[in-house]
T-cell receptor
């Protein structure tokens, strides 16, 4: 157990639908990062939140949105789903103290299948 | 913007041989360089990391070297085993103290018995 919890583990839904993926970061980590990984592809950075505020955006589609709540858990909302949105979605949490970076810890991911 | 290039994209070795994966980074302020291993269908997991005040770090069969002047770092795996087969990602820190990482595109390592 990495300490980063993602739910659900698997999700199958139809095109045009909307889903919500949830992530609880490791205790003490203020940053949450969302990544999309399609089959045999690398880690595509979507968005970062830090202590409730959006801090960085990557290649996130307008159909996708995210937020981080006061208890630091985060949700990624995917709407108007298309077949090409099928992928593994990872959440990672991270911490840094001053100049010391401690890297990311990844959750186990949510496998989204759009049919 | 910041960028991390990783080579090769695929690497096939015989069991017992060594494997080397190389990365270059663009942000001269980067000071933290982790490596992640991702087995098929699983989450990326940190296997080793190095900070900019160190030139080399070893942990059993894996080692990482850093050349700050040339802005490149490498992962070395010795005496490879079939269970080393996975995708390996390098990363470099950027953005000051926020702790953000930028990842390379990954190297798929296959170790043949």
């Amino acid at each position: 157990d990495s300490g980063v919890t993602q739910t659900p583990k698997h999700l199958i839904t139809a095109t045009g639908q909307r889903v919500t993926l949830r992530c609880s970061p490791r205790s003490g980590d203020l940053s949450v990062y969302w990544y999309q990984q399609s089959l045999d592809q690398g880690l595509q950075f979507l968005i970062q939140y830090y202590n409730g505020e959006e801090r960085a955006k990557g290649n996130i589609l307008e159909r996708f949105s995210a937020q981080q709540f006061p208890d630091l858990h985060s949700e990624l909302n995917l709407s108007s789903l298309e077949l090409g949105d099928s992928a593994l979605y990872f959440c990672a949490s991270g911490r840094s103290q001053g100049a010391n970076n401690y890297g990311y810890t990844f959750g186990s991911g949510t496998r989204l299948t759009v049919v | 913007g910041e960028n991390v290039e990783q080579h090769p994209s695929t690497l096939s070795v015989q069991e017992g041989d060594s494997a080397v994966i190389k990365c270059t980074y663009s942000d001269s302020a980067s000071n933290y360089f982790p490596w992640y291993k991702q087995e098929l269908g699983k989450r990326p997991q940190l296997i080793i990391d190095i900070r900019s005040n160190v030139g080399e770090k070893k942990d059993q069969r894996i080692a990482v070297t850093l050349n700050k002047t040339a802005k490149h770092f490498s992962l070395h795996i010795t005496e490879t085993q079939p269970e080393d087969s996975a995708v390996y990602f390098c990363a470099a820190s950027y953005g000051g103290s926020q702790g953000n990482l930028i990842f390379g595109k990954g190297t798929k390592l296959s170790v043949k018995p």
